[in-house]
Antibody, heavy 119, light 107 residues
Framework: QVQLQESGPGLVKPSETLSLTCNVS????????WTWIRQPPGQGLEWIGYVHASGSTNYNPSLKSRVTISVDTSKKQISLKLSSVTAADTALYYC?????????????WGQGTLVTVSS | DIQMTQSPSSLSASVGDRVTITCRASQSIPNYLNWYQQKPGKAPKLLIY???SLQSGVPSRFSGSGSGTDFTLTISSLQPEDFATYYC?????????FGQGTKLDIK
């Protein structure tokens, strides 16, 4: 069974870069897609972007200028970097797997990591 | 972006009730529609993918239907563990988008 575990600083200062890592266990990173989703406290879900095991990416245009998602297949890690953060980036950040099946669902999720943007 | 609109936004029901949640897309998304359940403090859990396919391990009281722009999630007989928030999500075009959620609580 695939398990995902997000990690990273829980507090980031405004204008700095948020950096998170998602560790994959119980399976291989290839040949799937891996995605990041965020959820501001008490609000709904926002898709951030994904990376394929090959390294190809696709980002939400609302964040595209600030976001980088990458994969290290040898370490079985997916990384998220979000630059120039503001308070609006405060959220619970989840990583998830997208298997190559009909409708590209997010079938395995990490437990999420809360990132607060504050000075 | 494709807008996903769920109705109702909240719903009160009793154990044993049959419940239906609706999700409407702002344009056709064939069957690229997924449903998730989220309990407080937990990550979302995939229930239904491709509009009507039951994810492995999900009880058969959950079912999905629809295609094009209109979709439904039905819980045939509510159990105590089903009280949660439910989200639909489209993966037909980028950016992937979610509905605003439907909070299902106990009447």
């Amino acid at each position: 069974q695939v398990q995902l575990q997000e990690s990273g600083p829980g507090l980031v200062k405004p204008s700095e870069t948020l950096s998170l890592t998602c560790n994959v266990s119980g399976g291989s990173v290839s040949p799937d897609y891996w995605t990041w989703i965020r959820q501001p406290p008490g609000q709904g879900l926002e898709w951030i972007g994904y990376v394929h095991a090959s390294g190809s990416t696709n980002y939400n245009p609302s964040l595209k200028s600030r976001v980088t998602i990458s994969v290290d297949t040898s370490k079985k890690q997916i990384s998220l970097k979000l630059s120039s953060v503001t308070a609006a980036d405060t959220a619970l950040y989840y990583c998830a797997r997208i298997p190559n099946i009909d409708s590209w669902p997010f079938d395995y999720w990490g437990q999420g990591t809360l990132v607060t943007v504050s000075s | 972006d494709i807008q996903m609109t769920q109705s109702p936004s909240s719903l009160s029901a009793s154990v044993g009730d049959r419940v239906t949640i609706t999700c409407r897309a702002s344009q056709s998304i064939p069957n690229y529609l997924n449903w998730y359940q989220q309990k407080p403090g937990k990550a979302p859990k995939l229930l239904i993918y491709a509009a009507s396919s039951l994810q492995s391990g999900v009880p058969s009281r959950f079912s999905g239907s629809g295609s094009g722009t209109d979709f439904t999630l039905t819980i045939s007989s509510l159990q105590p563990e089903d009280f949660a928030t439910y989200y639909c999500q489209q993966s037909y075009s980028f950016p992937y988008t979610f509905g605003q959620g439907t909070k299902l609580d106990i009447k």
